[in-house]
């Protein structure tokens, strides 16, 4: 066994040893904690939470106060490893090289892949964050085989939330649990936004908020929950197209918001002969420069019961039914198409595959359905809507959600995303006070 690299006893201290204090960022996680690094004679002693930072306030977890390994631990890579000659591949046989030699050998063999197929050549690289950097050299080296940590991390988690609803929250956006009533965590452990997470759930469980934890594990946030939910691992895409058909089922979506903020009540073409089958039905209107989506779609209006123009002002779109266009074309509302998506996906359909039973699922569904509804909070601030409309103060639907990657590392990750998201817009939670 190695010596170790650092012997905390190898120097006493004295009166000539220098100590100094060093305000920087914690990089052992993405949280990005401001900390406060202790150094005697340039050498880190001990790191602790800085005060000062807005972001921690002085808290800092086990992981981040242990960043002192990073520099010093023994088993740290100083040196390029190579493989030694006769042994094989997880015998753990390797011998210290310089990089003079390591940089020959590479560029030997990267010289034989660049001139035969350089497709050859994988490079993958941790949360390096120049990836920027990484990626150039890849392509300039030929290859399209390049990735980082992303892949495996969270990355589809902000692929489906922009995909489905236009943004999304990710590992950062953060929950306004200042104002919510109802928190939702699901498929998270204490890594991203940990530190600012567990001081906002400390002021929102004081202030009375009921948080629900659902995870396979009783994480220790989960052990702080009011309720733990335990699900089989991978399973949440199920729970949340089960809980969107009992909100519908039981009346409790926002469809105000959904008029207002989403395409719920835009018709879609359904003639499965038309080449625009399943695509929005649009209008002429004269094209905008560089507009790529012009709001030339059509609601169809309850009280004239024909088609009229997105909002158009004063009218008053059906959610769900099916109508023809003076041309035949039969379509539906995009609310309809969810209702019929979903309805196979019942609470009882999802405790056979989740291994939550049908009554949480049900009661669940109930309690962020009347949280959303009949807990509404509003913020005396003006402001004006993309539709031009002004608006005296703003408005919330105080059901909050957290996910990370309990949902989003798993091969169904993207679309248990989009599920999530289409939850939250049913709610009329995003980009609201309290969600
Ligand atoms: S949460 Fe912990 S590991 Fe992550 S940045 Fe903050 S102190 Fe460092």
Known sequence: MSNPIHDPLSKKLDDQSRIEVKNTTCYMCACRCGIRVTLRDGEVRYIQGNPDHPLNKGVICAKGSSGIMKQYSPARLTKPLLRKAGSDRGDNEFEEISWDKAFEIMEERLGDLRETDPKKFALFTGRDQMQALTGMFAKQFGTPNYAAHGGFCSVNMAAGMIYTIGGSFWEFGGPDLERAKLFVMIGTAEDHHSNPMKMALSKFKRQGGKFISINPVRTGYSAIADEWIPIKPGTDGALFLALTNEIIKQGLYDRDFLVNYSNAAELVNMDKESSEHGMFVRFEVPPEE??????????????????????????????????????????????????????????????????????????????????????????????????????????????????????????????????????????????????
């Open 290 to 435: 560089g507009c790529f989506d012009p709001q030339n779609k059509l609601w169809w209006d309850r009280e004239l019961n024909k088609p009229i123009s997105t909002h158009t002002p004063g009218a008053d779109p059906y959610f769900l039914g099916e109508f023809t266009l003076d041309d035949g074309t039969p379509v539906k509302p995009s609310f309809q198409l969810l209702v019929d998506r979903v309805k196979d996906y019942t609470a009882e359909w999802a405790a056979s595959i989740t291994g939550i039973p049908e009554d949480t699922i049900k009661r669940l569904a109930h309690e962020m359905g009347i949280t959303a509804r009949d807990e509404k909070i509003e913020l005396p601030i003006p402001w004006t809507d993309t539709w031009g409309n002004e608006h005296e103060s703003v408005t919330g639907n105080p059901v909050a959600f957290h996910a990370m990657r309990g949902l989003a590392a798993h091969s169904n990750g993207f679309q248990t995303i989009r599920a999530m998201s289409i939850l939250m817009s049913i709610l009329g939670t995003i980009d609201r006070p309290g969600g």
